[in-house]
DNA sequence: AAACAAATACCCCAAAAAGGGTATTGGTAA
DNA sequence: TTACCAATACCCTTTTTGGGGTATTTGTTT
């Protein structure tokens, strides 16, 4: 029997799955969570084999979860459910120490057999990501972001240029420009389209 | 007996909420559909009383596939989902003739009691878009984009400069930009990181 | 053929972003 | 206390974007 959180912020999503993996006669769904913070809480009091993430959460997002739970929970498995093929998220979840990243276009069958190989503890990528060239990294490089760098990214996302966002939170635009410029940096995007992009992909838009 | 089709690029998606939907006494998914096109072709032979739509699909995107099922089967009801709350697209959808919008993250008896409302020809919004004012708008206007204009929107969600997609699609960098401004205004959108939301919304990040 | 919408192209100027840095201070963990 | 990282702040220059237009051509529909 494989015990199962879906952390998602979608409930219709969490309430179809749930539905279609309690059918599975090996898999039970023992919790859900809404968003990370959630799922954090939610771990304290429920055992779980393999944790059904969504990479797009509000307040603590897929990425930064994940390296949390790994941390607490080195035996848990984590298979992380995405919208987005997108290279700078595979190469940031097996960082942070997922087993397996999946898209949820795939369907029932799929996910019931990542469920399984991550359970048995396999790496697990998706097929239509498996000719992603593994960067030249730094073992050192995060890609976790912090909490300004998070405030920022929101900001921008909601179309705010830096002279605005500096007014907004009491800082200097060369700041915001500067954290901008980290945040490219960092997670190797070469403008702020691609940031913006980024931040859908962590469900910050909106927020 | 209410006939539902469900259009959602997201399989897994799909089979939960069909799941869940067919477990209702007064509710049958005739039919599934992946993307906008596709939806067109399954309306052909399936008759069905309200279309379960996704706003964020690839190939002909929510808006766009809304109006054309509106002009062609008048009768359908639309009840469109989407993960954002965004003001742009309530008021866009309204134009468009659907019926409903409803967030994602709503759960299931809402989702049962919002195809009800719309079956029975109620106009249905979701509880917190209530608060957004109506813009005074001219009836002309329209939100449908353009071949070309996808086709720029996509291009500068994948972050390239207006001179990168001149010289990609061989027009002048003027033209882009040109198209990037009637996007805007068209949209009215205040800058390209709104528009590069905009795209995530219609679901053409990574296309 | 006429009308209209889409596509194309350009100009001007100001503001913002990008790309290259530099540096100091504050907060936290060891 | 020390070391390290995050946050803050600034400079310079070039490129791009945004905001205001202008105009012509092409394609489609009536």
Known sequence: MINIIIADDHRIFI???????DSQPDMKVVAIA???NELLQVMKGTKADVILMDINMPELNGINAT????KQYPETKVLVLSMYKTKEFSTALLHAGASGYLLKNTGLNELVNAIKMVHEGKKLL???LSTIKEKPR???????LSKRETEIIKLLAQGLTAPEIGEKIFISHYTVETHRK???NKLQLKNTA?????????GLLDE
């Open 182 to 184: 980290n945040l490219l």
């Open 126 to 128: 998706d097929d239509q």
């Open 15 to 21: 309430d179809g799955v749930k539905s279609l993996l």
């Open 138 to 144: 730094d073992e050192s490089e995060k890609y976790t």
């Open 34 to 36: 809404l968003n990370g």
């Open 67 to 70: 390296a949390l739970i790994k």
């Open 194 to 202: 691609e940031l913006i992009k980024y931040a859908a992909h962590l």
